[in-house]
């Protein structure tokens, strides 16, 4: 992040973010990417730069997930969009009535989302789906900044997966929630209210199996937990849905 040019709005900061070359090896990963691509996508463009988040500015319900795939997000430029993980959680935000449709397929495909933000605590798309400790406390400072921007709206946060979970403890810890100490574990279907420091309004972290093809196809995350979670930070956010 531009210390010396802060971002004064969401817009002015997922804008900014797609700038970012701060980490050498993401840079390089996922510009290697875009040259060699995946045959199915040969015919495509890729973004391959860091990958904003999406959604409302005044968000009720945060979802967090991890970093994009280097045929997914880093090609399509939109988070959690061009592999299967993206297309069980905007069918199931459909479902719910948060997304205008069952399918992501790339930015400015008009889609649309109500009252949830989806983002991830580290922008670029990583080897493996595996940035390390380094990386993700570089890309920190967005997801903060992110979380300031939220706060007025944000009730409700889930962590998909352990990794988002640990991104997100000393983000909400700077953001003024007060994260009991020894730290929550994560866990499907954990849920915690976080008091704010200053007297405002709580904010509720859940967890949830990350959305990946190695919990969906095991069985381990179905649709039906997937729905279930969603629907309970949803309500829990204030959120008025449709399925
Ligand atoms: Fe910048 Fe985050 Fe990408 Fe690193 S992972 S280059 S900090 S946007």
Redesign the pocket.
């Known amino acids: 992040m531009d210390p010396s040019a802060p971002p004064q709005s969401l817009a002015e900061l997922d804008e900014q973010?797609t700038h970012?070359?701060?980490?050498p090896r993401?840079?390089a990963w996922?510009e290697e990417a875009a040259r060699v691509k995946r045959r199915a996508y040969q015919d495509w463009d890729y973004w391959a730069r860091?990958i904003p988040g999406f959604g409302p500015p005044d968000a009720a319900l945060v979802l967090v997930g991890l970093?994009p795939a280097a045929h997914g997000g880093n090609r399509t430029g939109r988070i959690f969009t061009g592999d299967s993980s993206g297309d069980l959680l905007y069918a199931t935000l459909h479902r719910l009535g948060l997304a205008s449709r069952a399918e992501s397929v790339r930015a400015g495909d008009g889609l649309e989302l109500s009252g949830v933000r989806i983002t991830d605590p580290?922008?670029?798309a990583?080897p493996d789906n595996r940035?390390n400790p380094d990386?993700r406390d570089?890309?920190r400072?967005?997801l903060a900044r992110e979380f300031e921007f939220l706060r007025p709206t944000v009730r409700s946060v889930v962590a998909l997966g352990g990794f988002a979970w640990q991104a997100l403890l000393p983000v909400l810890t700077a953001a003024g929630y007060a994260v009991p100490r020894p730290r929550p574990a994560f866990g499907h279907a954990a849920h915690i209210v976080l008091a704010h420091t200053d007297g405002g309004p709580p904010l509720h972290l859940f967890g949830c199996y990350h959305v990946s093809p190695r919990n969906t196809f095991t069985g381990r995350l179905t649709t039906e937990m997937l729905t279930d979670l969603l629907r309970s930070a949803a309500e829990t956010a204030g959120l008025t849905l449709s399925g």
């Open positions: 973010v970012c070359r701060a980490c993401l840079v996922r860091p970093a580290v922008r670029c990583p940035p990386e570089t890309c400072p967005w």
